[in-house]
Each structure stands twice: as C-alpha cells, then as structure tokens.
C-alpha cells in the first residue's frame, strides 16, 4: 500500500499498536491484543450471546461516508441484534479489510468512532484482525454479550392475540439514503441531515431490550425493513400478523418526507437500516409497555396484530382496508 | 447478481437455510441459525477463547483455489489459532462476501468443505452473516473455544534457558505457494503437489495445543513465517533466541526444494501460512516433550534456545555460525 505522504505507512502491528490497542485497555480478556485471542466467561447464572454483521463499502455503506460513522454503524448493527435479544454488550472482535491506499487519517477517524460509541455503550475491543484488500472496505463485527440464563429474546414464541410493537421511529434510515443519493430534492436540509444521519448512525435499543426479558413473547431488530423482518418473525414464530400502515411511528422529517410523496410509505414499510426493536407482547402485559417505554426514555408504539398463520400478513389503512405494498423489503442477492 | 443458469437465484435467506443450516445441526446454541445470535455458556471449570481471522480473494488465497480447500483453510487457520492457545474447539461464526457472480455451485462446494472438516474437528456452525459484494471474496471466521480455567497459554512467558520446539515441517506452504505461481519449476510433481496441499490445507495442531497446558512456558501459531513470529513471541516474552537453520524440521518436498536452491531457506524461515505451533519449555521439563510427540501422533522438534533479551534474535548454521535472512517475514502492509 503505497502511503499517502510519502512517509513510511505502519506495518500490521504497529497499525495495531496505534489504531487498536487503546481501544482494548481496561478488557483483562483482551490480553493487551498481543495474543490473537480474548479470553472470557460469563458471570455465575448468565449465558453468551454471540453476534456477528458485516458492512462492504457501496453495499452496506457509501464509500464518501464519514470513517468515524462507518466504524459506528458497524459497531451499532451488532449492538442492534443484542438488544433484540435482551442482552447486555460487552465486547467485540473487529476485522478491517482496509481498501488498498487508504490513509492512515481514515484508519485514525474509524478508531476515534469507536472510542466514542465504546463510551457511550460500555463495550471494549478484545480482539481482531487487519488486513488490506484490493475491492472495496470490509468489515465485520463479532459482539458478544450476556444474558440471564434462560431469558434470551427469540424471534419464535409469538402466538395470536399479542400485539405487535416497535420502537423509535420507522423509514429514517430508507429516506435517509435515498437524500444522500439525490433524492427528496423537496425537502428542507434540516430534515435530510436527519434522516442521513438515521442512516448512518442507527441507535440500539439495548436498554429497552433487556427490560423486555420475561415481557415480549418474540423480538428481532429491523434491519432489512419492517415487512421483510416481520414476515422473519411471523414466518419463525408461526403466526400471521396485521398491521395499521397509519400507526407506523414516524419521526418529523419522515412526515415531512410522506407529506411531499405518499409513495414513499413504501420505502417506509420496506426499507432496511432501521435498527429498531419488533416485537410481540402478550395481552394480559400490553400494560407493562408504557412503563418500559418511560424507563428506557424510548418511543413505543403499537402498530398491529399476530394473527393465526393462516391470515397470512396484513396491511390495513386508517379504515382497516387493505393495502397492497410492491417491495417487502430489501434483497440482498 | 445474474443467476448464471437464468434461474432464480436463492436469496439470503434461502442460501442460509440450504448452505448453512445444515452445518449448524446439532448445536443447540446455534438456535437453528432462526435468530441471528448464537447462546452459550463455557461448562463450570472452563473460560472461553475467541478468536477471528480474515481471508481475502488475492490477498490470503488464490481466485482458483478450490471452493473446498479455501472453506476449509478459513477454518483451519481459526483452528489452529485456539490450537496454540491449548483450546479445545467448539464452534465458530462465518460470515461470507461473496463475489458478484459467485455460482451456487461453488458455495455449495464452499460449505461441503466446511461440512468436511466440522466432521474432523468436531465443530459446529452457531451462526453468522452472508453479504455480497462487488470486490473480491472475502471470508472471515470467529472460532470459539474452551480451556481449563487459568490454563490457557500465551506469546509471554517464556523464559532464558528454555528450549525453543516446533511441531510439523516448515516452509511447506510458501512453498507451495511458489509452486501454484509457477516457481520452483525443477521439482518433481509430487513434490510440488504435496507443497500446494500443505498451502490450502493447514493442519491444526489442536491436541498437541491442548497437551502443551501447563507444560509450555509460551506458544503461538506460526502465520506469519517462523521468523516473524519468533519476533512476535520474543517481544512479548520480552526475551532474545538462538535458532539452529540446520534443525529446522523439513518435509521431503522441502528438502527437495531447498536441494534444488539453498536459497530457499529465506521462504522456509521467513515465508508464512505453515500453521505449526512455536513453543517453549522449560528446561525441566524438556523430557516431557517427546511424550506429547508421541500421545499426539505429531512431530515435534527442538529448533533452539530462549536467550536474554539483550541477545536478540540469532540465526546459526551447523558450525555455529551467524546466519543473515534478508526477509524476516510477511509485511501485511
């Protein structure tokens, strides 16, 4: 890789010197990286929970996003699937693959979004491996975190009768793509720097999460888009589902965005990236939500129904019509 | 992606349950792959190690490597990681980025190559993630494994005095390398075709690993090229060497090579991927050594001698003699 500056560019190790081993002080499992290995175990009446996500450069993210919020999405889509399933972070093993020439300012921005989300979410780096690549950047994320024995969120177990809730909002992170790419050219530029920020730092909901152990009967976290990850739920757990296209909770710009085109409910239904927590609660608990929403200072809403398997999956309008949406969601191949 | 047939391509989902699911039977943490995370507790007694490598098309394995042995290699390499850690392994997370274009018919072979070695080593898929991606292949492995509390061994540790062994034959994966581009032209085919096997399929030395527990002083796996990761161990042990070149334990092939150009030896001690455990041993406990050989069905040969610090790294030939290496192993970057 040739260095930008002419300088020498550090080599595998002193990359990892520089860039990572700060982030992994404080973790006695890490090992100070000098091991290629972290060593953990779980506290007493606790499990494991292991996830793992990865992001390529022009598919998963644009390649003139910001290096700081790349490496945060990577590390929030990860924190996003512990949250659905009720568990508490606490570390990650990171793999770069760097696209050849890039500079060592870049690589410094990555490890500076980490610290700060490291802060924000009390994760630690353990572990990982870096390497270069001649295609685009890729990277993947392995974050691990506990639960009380017994207590993991699953995506199976919701029966007919319970009601469907999501938090936060729906579709930012859909619209918030389409602005970076030119699109929404009606929209004020408060509002698209919203929702582009939506896309490119999702918020997991790890507190809401663990306090839905023992409540929701089924969880997952909406990152292909709310039809194609409720239709993962119904199709696990069983079940069919109906939902009320105008409970959707939708944040100010999202509204704004809905006012200027009403096609776009589409890309709100159907577009991915939203990191928000699905799930399913029994009806003699639907009282407990509103508690779990004040506790955890996150937006709940109820959007709809599981029904029987047979009723397939649902989508009605504000006069419990039907409605026909083209796109459920995001093919990956 | 164009399905090269003109059928339908599978979708994620459909690979996932067609490729993956099956390799993930038979373990219950692994959740049927239905929940996108993995549960698991270390048995009482136990922690658990982690540990990740990346491999990337080009870069760490050729574009004509068989789908099998480049499956299986990514594994391997993970294995051997917990190998020189004296972990037992237990299962790993996969994520795939597949080439555009990629066939079905080569990541039906991909995943038979796992299938393969999950038999062998007695590993099981607990989950992971499936992208594609517009660059090249790039795979890489989370492995989880388990030692005995407090046993688990590490690159510091090693002492002034103790000896210096290496399990298997070095050298014979760079070389390989050499014969799959073309080099090493005067060599026999069976020479050359036993190098190429040992390139793209590492053999973990996990009972060898497991054995050395409370008996090596320090370990690690040789990735990088004996020469590099001596300097690694040395550094962290904060200790100097003396290797021995002519005790150096070499494969037929690499004896035949090394007689064709003695020029060699600089691929042989400096080039990477042989995947064999450097370790050291207290001088007291030397006499063990043949016995773990022996248990483990493995070759194991003493290579040198731990030095002070102070004495850094020193290279003899027969008589004694300092030897110069002009290549000290693999820059990444």
Redesign the interface.
């Known amino acids: 890789?040739a260095p930008p500056d002419g300088a020498e560019?550090?080599?595998?190790?002193e990359?990892i010197a520089e860039l990572f081993a700060p982030l992994a002080a404080g973790a006695p499992g890490a090992?100070a990286l000098?091991?290629?290995?972290?060593?953990?175990?779980?506290p007493s009446g606790?499990?494991?929970?292991?996830?793992?996500?990865?992001m390529?450069e022009?598919?998963?993210f644009l390649p003139d996003d910001p290096a700081e919020s790349v490496a945060r999405k990577l590390l929030r889509v990860n924190l996003s699937?512990?949250a659905?399933?009720g568990?508490t972070a606490k570390g990650y093993?990171l793999?770069t693959?760097w696209r050849d020439g890039t500079s060592l300012e870049w690589m410094r921005a990555f490890a500076a979004g980490l610290a700060a989300d490291q802060q924000i979410f009390g994760v630690v780096l353990?572990?990982?491996?870096?390497?270069?690549?001649?295609?685009?950047a890729?990277f993947?994320l392995?974050a691990?975190g506990e639960?009380h024995?017994g207590q993991?969120l699953?995506?199976?177990g919701a029966s007919a009768g319970d009601g469907l809730y999501v938090t936060g909002t729906l579709g930012d992170a859909a619209l918030g793509l389409m602005a970076l790419r030119g699109g929404l050219e009606g929209l004020g530029e408060a509002h698209r720097d919203y929702l582009a920020g939506r896309y490119r730092l999702p918020e997991p909901r790890l507190a809401t999460g663990a306090r839905l152990c023992g409540l929701a009967s089924a969880a997952?976290d909406i990152s292909d888009g709310l039809m194609a990850d409720l239709g993962?739920l119904c199709a696990?757990s069983s079940v069919g589902a109906r939902i009320a296209l105008d409970r959707l909770p939708l944040s100010e710009a999202g509204l704004a965005a809905l006012a200027l085109d009403k096609g776009l409910i589409e890309t709100i239904a159907g577009g991915g990236d939203d990191y928000e927590i699905l799930f399913a609660v029994p009806s003699d608990r639907e009282a407990d939500i509103a508690l779990v929403a004040a506790e955890t200072l996150t937006p709940i809403v109820r959007i709809g129904t599981v029904l029987a398997a047979t009723e397939g999956i649902n989508l009605v309008d504000d006069a419990g019509q039907p409605v026909a949406l083209k796109h459920l969601g995001y093919?990956?191949?």
Chains 1, 2 share one sequence.
């Open positions: 890789m560019f550090p080599d595998e190790f990359l090992l000098e091991d290629d290995a972290a060593l953990y175990v779980a606790h499990q494991t929970v292991l996830t793992v996500d990865a390529v022009g598919v998963h699937d512990l659905a399933k568990a093993l793999v693959a353990w572990g990982g491996d870096t390497v270069r690549t001649p295609g685009p890729t993947s392995t691990i639960v024995e993991m699953r995506r199976g997952l993962h696990i093919r990956h191949f």
